[in-house]
């Protein structure tokens, strides 16, 4: 029994780190990287808030909103976006309390490349990960600040570490279990960069829902101004 104990152990090692294979958008964006997109990009001027317990939801919100200008005070976030039934934050919390802050959240596409291009535009980018397997989860926020193409690294704040080096194939497996789920989130002045126009009417849609109408208005005028055929 304990020789195929270890065996089943070993296997589910290896299909959860995929130690030695190179997942698809990471092998895509080595082999041929973007000319317009800078080998590597770092916002070392976002805030960092270290996560206490299980908050790593509200210490995520709270630097992006910070490096808006927002307020950003994680323990008066966790309260509106953490759920302790949960022992976490769900994204629809993440949205709706980043909203209640006077920020437009948006989704931004499941694409590596897209988060390199929202850090090179100057935005951070908030990301959910599964740090464990497909059927034992564990779910972790962390924020984009940074990227090296010739390191073959992203730079993240996460958990409790300010400047976390990660290579890109580590964070794609992780990312990819979690759903390649991110979003940006800005003031009602600015759009991400790589946003599609759906997603950003959604955001401004959302946006709608808790903030005064002037805020509102401005987040529909700054859609309609890269997308004015916008009905």
């Known amino acids: 029994m304990i020789p195929r104990l ?53 210490a995520a919100l709270a630097t992006v909103l910070a490096d808006t200008g927002l307020p950003a005070d994680p323990d008066r976030l966790a309260d509106a976006v953490f759920l302790p039934s949960r022992a976490g934050s769900l994204q629809l919390e993440m949205l709706g309390g980043a909203r209640r802050q006077g920020a437009v959240a948006t989704r931004l596409p499941p694409d590596l490349q897209a988060l390199l291009r929202e850090v090179a535009a100057g935005h951070a980018v908030i990301v959910l990960q599964n740090l464990g397997l497909d059927f034992a989860p564990r779910w972790h926020y962390a924020v984009v600040v940074g990227y090296d193409l010739t390191q073959r690294q992203l730079l993240l704040r996460s958990g409790t570490t300010r400047r976390q080096a990660l290579p890109l194939r580590t964070f794609e497996y992780t990312w990819a279990r979690a759903g390649r789920w991110a979003i940006a989130v800005l003031p009602p002045e600015r759009l991400p960069a790589t946003a599609s126009e759906a997603q950003a009417l959604d955001a401004a849609v959302g946006f709608e829902r808790v903030a005064p109408p002037a805020r509102a208005a401005q987040a529909y005028r700054t859609l309609l101004a890269r997308w004015p055929g916008n009905a």
Do not use: K, M, Y
């Open 6 to 58: 270890a065996a089943v152990l070993a296997a589910l090692l290896l299909s959860g780190c995929a130690a030695f294979f190179t997942p698809p958008q990471t092998a895509a964006l080595l082999a041929q990287p973007p000319a317009d997109l800078p080998l590597s990009a770092e916002r070392d001027e976002v805030p960092f808030f270290a996560q206490t317990r299980d908050h790593c939801g509200p």
